[in-house]
């Protein structure tokens, strides 16, 4: 498991504040990724050729981040049959709002997983990435397992010391 497995795509490097946090999330589960920005807007043959030859290298689940008028994980989805996890970007102007209904109202016959806005959507992008290929790969359930037992047992000893 050396080639990425994941790749994690953003519109800009102001996303990267956000989407370090599904890097960090791969990373831990040994997660092989790739990351990159691809922007739907500036860059838009760039996004198309990311998606058409993903599946050929190996990549396995795409994670998509962008703000404001976020068309990057939808376009993606239109172009590969790879799972795409997109990941609202929490914007200036509305808080991320905007990002969130731009990428998670698809039309009907090309999926988006939308997570939440921001932090918290980035590291579950990462983890539910993660929890797609240990359908496949013993050693990433393996991680994930054990990073669950650590959630639980953590949430349990802090009750203890109330
Ligand atoms: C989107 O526009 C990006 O995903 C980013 O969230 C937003 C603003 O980009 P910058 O102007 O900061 O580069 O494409």
Redesign the pocket.
């Known amino acids: 498991m050396n080639k990425p497995l994941v790749g994690v795509i ?6 990267w504040e956000t989407m370090k946090h599904a890097c960090n999330i791969l990373e831990e589960l040994q997660v092989p990724y790739e990351k990159k920005v691809v ?4 860059t838009p043959d760039l996004m198309f050729s990311y998606a058409e030859t993903a599946k050929e290298r190996g990549i396995k689940v795409i994670i998509a ?8 994980p939808g376009m993606v989805a239109a172009k590969t049959v790879l799972p795409v996890i997109g990941v609202p ?1 929490q ?1 200036k102007a509305l808080n991320g709002l905007d ?1 969130l209904l731009s990428i998670v109202q698809m039309p009907g016959g090309i999926p988006v997983a939308t997570v939440a806005i921001g932090k918290a959507g980035a590291e579950n992008a990462g983890l539910l990435a993660a929890q797609m290929l240990a359908t496949q790969f013993e050693e990433v359930a393996e991680a994930v397992e054990a990073r669950r037992a650590a959630i639980t047992n953590r949430v349990l000893e802090s009750s203890d010391e109330l």
Do not use: F
Not at 39 to 42: D, K, V
């Open positions: 953003m519109g800009s490097t102001s996303d922007s739907a807007h500036r981040g962008a703000g404001g008028a976020a068309h990057l970007v914007s990002s």
